[in-house]
């Protein structure tokens, strides 16, 4: 069963050529984007739980990328950091 409906937007110009050059370099279609983003969008009526909580498509993308060590302390680093900033 398809679930796919026909949908017509109207935008300028530049959003749909910026829109398409970036959709080339993902290596998605347009349709794809702009389902990612009204998936992302979406809410649903109950709040959503650690368990069953679904992250929107960019999240998914960018999860997992980084790798850091089990003991990384993110609170001391950042300490460090705005010690560095501010001296």
């Known amino acids: 069963m398809d679930n796919n409906v026909k949908l017509t937007l109207k935008l300028n110009?530049?959003?749909?050529?910026?829109?398409k050059q970036y959709v080339a370099t993902k290596g998605i279609s347009l349709s794809k984007l702009v389902e990612n983003f009204f998936d992302s969008i979406s809410f649903d009526s109950e709040p959503s739980s650690e368990k069953n909580h679904t992250y929107s498509?960019?999240?998914?993308e960018l999860a997992g990328i980084i790798s850091?060590?089990?003991d990384y302390d993110y609170k001391s680093d950042y300490e460090n950091y705005l010690k560095e900033k501010y001296e």
């Open 13 to 19: 110009s530049s959003s749909i050529l910026k829109a």
């Open 57 to 60: 498509p960019l999240v998914q």
């Open 68 to 70: 850091l060590k089990e």
